[in-house]
């Protein structure tokens, strides 16, 4: 019912910048939240933020002062800022959004393939 397709994903320097974008296509009544996941080779996916129809954003605290999430007035596609890149912050980025379907009104949700970022110098 619901596509998510990330991009902006490369390599890029300790310190410097990627924008991250997600985009929703399909049947759906209305995107509840949208969020960003992480997961590092090891290592267990984490929440890294996330943004619910109203506007409130969390960040965890990895990533708080340097990440910014933002969405379009369509409120289908969400941008995640990564400003000050650490080599910590190298892991596959996947999109998850929470939506609501025509059908019934239920309550799914639906995850992207991931992307990935690599900060190496």
Not at 90 to 101: G, H, K, M, R, S
């Amino acid at each position: 019912q619901v596509r998510l397709v990330e991009s902006g994903g490369g390599l890029v320097q300790p310190g410097g910048s990627l924008r991250l974008s997600c985009a929703a296509s399909g049947s759906f009544f209305d995107i509840i939240a949208m969020r960003w996941y992480r997961q590092a080779p090891g290592k267990q996916r984490e929440l890294v933020a996330g943004i619910s129809s109203g506007d409130s954003t969390i960040y965890t605290d990895a990533v708080k002062g340097r990440f910014t999430l933002s969405e379009d007035n369509a409120k289908n596609t969400v941008h995640l800022q990564m400003n000050s890149l650490k080599p910590e912050d190298t892991a596959v980025y996947y999109c998850n959004a929470i939506f609501q379907a025509r059908a019934r009104g239920s309550v799914l949700d639906a995850w992207g393939q991931g992307t990935l970022v690599t900060v190496s110098s």
